[in-house]
């Protein structure tokens, strides 16, 4: 029968299931529907190819610290439109009353394992976790308050990179983050950096790849540029698997790839290793 003539598909007869919004996310990996509360059971990872789905900072601190053991530091610093970029204090207050929170990043103290520590947790729903001078200084923050309490520190990276809204005071926070790290190394104290998906731009280039130990959630992009940009400039054909943890973990930037259900044990038994 021609293709034209074919009757029009009606589908199977069955009444469209109501599916409340936000109940059911579909993987990115295999493209299977997973109700939220398996996925939350499963620390966001696809129970059937393993794709971790991105975590927001309070999840990410559950998924790691010692509970009841989180006390947060520095809450209370926000932007201000230096600048007076266009439409910045708009999506500052926008992402802030998404989030729940003032800034990209969530910082302070906790124990993993027993294991007391300082804490940084990038939080990718606000505005792409972008470094602006309030994330900077808070990781600085975070890096002193580790060397005052001798204490290792543990930042955990997902970010587009530096925030355009704050132009160079963005740029400065890469020098500065890098700078007390440099501090930190003096005073004998590890960095144990982790890569989550997405880590780029002044992010990549700055803080999160001078991790004493970098670990890496397994498939996650670590870059500076995007791979696009890449191939318009350079005008090459990029590798397969170009810009992945597993990429980065071959060509020595990354020490260790580290499953999400695996990371609390994993970051404890480096502080064990490190400072006992
Ligand atoms: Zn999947």
């Keep these: 029968m021609p293709i034209f003539n074919k009757p029009a598909f009606r589908g199977s007869g069955e009444k469209k299931r109501d599916m409340p919004e936000g109940l059911w996310q579909k993987c990115s990996g295999c493209g299977e529907v997973i109700h939220e509360l398996e996925l939350k059971k499963n620390l966001r990872v696809c129970p059937q190819c393993n794709f971790h789905f991105t975590l927001n900072s309070q999840e990410r601190i559950e998924s790691i610290t010692d509970p009841g053991t989180f006390e947060e530091t520095e809450k209370k610093i926000k932007s201000v439109d230096a600048l007076e970029f266009k439409g910045y204090k708009d999506k500052l207050a926008k992402y802030q009353k998404i989030t729940g929170l003032p800034e990209a990043i ?14 940084g947790v990038m939080d990718f729903r606000f505005l792409g976790a972008s470094m602006g001078s309030v994330v900077g200084e808070k990781i600085t923050r975070a890096i002193e ?16 990179g530096a925030r355009m809204h704050e132009g160079i005071l963005s740029l400065m926070q890469m020098a500065k983050t890098s700078g007390a790290l440099a501090l930190l190394d003096r005073a004998g104290l590890p960095f144990i950096s982790v890569l989550t998906h997405p880590t780029t731009g002044g992010v ?5 790849t001078l991790g004493d130990i970098i670990l890496a959630e397994p498939g996650c992009m670590i870059g500076f540029a995007g791979p696009r940009v890449i ?8 590798p397969d698997g170009f810009q992945t943890a597993e990429f980065m973990h071959e060509h020595g930037l990354v020490d260790i790839i580290v499953e999400r259900r695996e990371l609390r044990e994993k970051l404890a038994s480096i502080l064990g290793y490190l400072l006992t």
């Design 106 to 119: 969530v910082t302070g103290r906790a124990k993993i394992i027993g294991h007391p520590v300082v804490l």
């Design 145 to 160: 308050l580790a060397i005052e309490e001798k204490s290792a520190i543990i930042i955990v990276s997902a970010s587009g």
């Design 204 to 208: 990549t280039a700055s803080f999160a």
């Design 231 to 238: 191939k318009e400039t350079t005008h090459q054909d990029l």
